[in-house]
């Protein structure tokens, strides 16, 4: 059965970049038909899709992140990352990877990894 | 972008109820509407896909319908673990957005 799990830097410092990689098991990334998406959840506040990548490297972001986001794949370890750049205390959220199913007409998010947490503060 | 939202924003109903979330498209999203259902603390679970189609190990209380710019879930019969927070997203066009939620309590 396929796992997410997200892994990466739970305190970050305004202006720096963050960092959060998703690890896959159970299942290969390389499998097509899906996309591997990032959304957060700042807390008590709704969701927020921030981007995909396909297996092959394409992507897509959000255009209010498209300056400061970048994800990425590693094909060798199964994983995709986030690189969120600049952050302010507004990037203070909880991060969720998910595999989107895009078959025909349906597409759609089914297996998420459980989330982690990333504060910006100084 | 399209903007999703959400009827009602919070909602108290008792074990047995049934209950209807609305959710509206700022255009046609041609059924490329999906639910989901988030507990405190964990992620979100998809519970409907295509607007209509229950995921697989959804109960089938469950249901999903609409067209066009409006869709509905509704559940049929509340039972203690389905309160909860219900997210509506449409995966029409990038950008992908969530409706803002609706968070059902218990009366």
């Known amino acids: 059965q396929l796992q997410l799990q997200e892994s990466g830097s739970g305190l970050v410092k305004p202006s720096q970049t963050l960092l959060v990689t998703c690890t896959v098991s159970?299942?290969?990334?390389?499998?097509?038909?899906?996309?591997w998406n990032w959304i957060r959840q700042p807390p008590g506040k709704g969701l927020e899709w921030m981007g995909y990548i396909y297996h092959s490297g394409g992507t897509d972001y959000h255009p209010s992140l498209k300056s400061r986001l970048t994800i990425s794949v590693d094909r060798s370890r199964n994983q995709f990352s986030l690189t969120l750049s600049s952050v302010t205390a507004a990037d203070t959220a909880v991060y969720f990877c998910?595999?989107?199913?895009?078959?025909?007409?349906?597409?759609?998010?089914?297996?998420w990894g459980k989330g982690t947490t990333v504060t910006v503060s100084s | 972008d399209i903007q999703m939202t959400q009827s009602p924003s919070s909602l108290s109903a008792s074990v047995g109820d049934r209950v209807t979330v609305t959710c509206r498209a700022s255009?046609?999203?041609?059924?490329?509407l999906n639910w989901y259902q988030q507990k405190p603390g964990m992620a979100p679970k998809l519970l409907i896909y295509?607007?209509?189609i229950l995921q697989s190990g959804v109960p089938p209380r469950f249901s999903g319908s609409g067209s066009g710019t409006d869709y509905t879930l509704t559940i049929s019969s509340l039972l203690p673990e389905d309160f909860a927070t219900y997210y509506c997203?449409?995966?029409?066009?990038?950008?992908?957005?969530f409706g803002q939620g609706t968070k059902l309590e218990i009366k």
């Open positions: 255009q046609s999203i041609d059924n490329y």
């Open positions: 295509a607007g209509s």
């Open positions: 159970g299942g290969s990334m390389s499998t097509g038909g899906y996309s």
């Open positions: 998910a595999r989107e199913v895009q078959l025909r007409s349906y597409y759609y998010m089914d297996v």
């Open positions: 997203q449409q995966s029409y066009s990038s950008p992908y957005t």
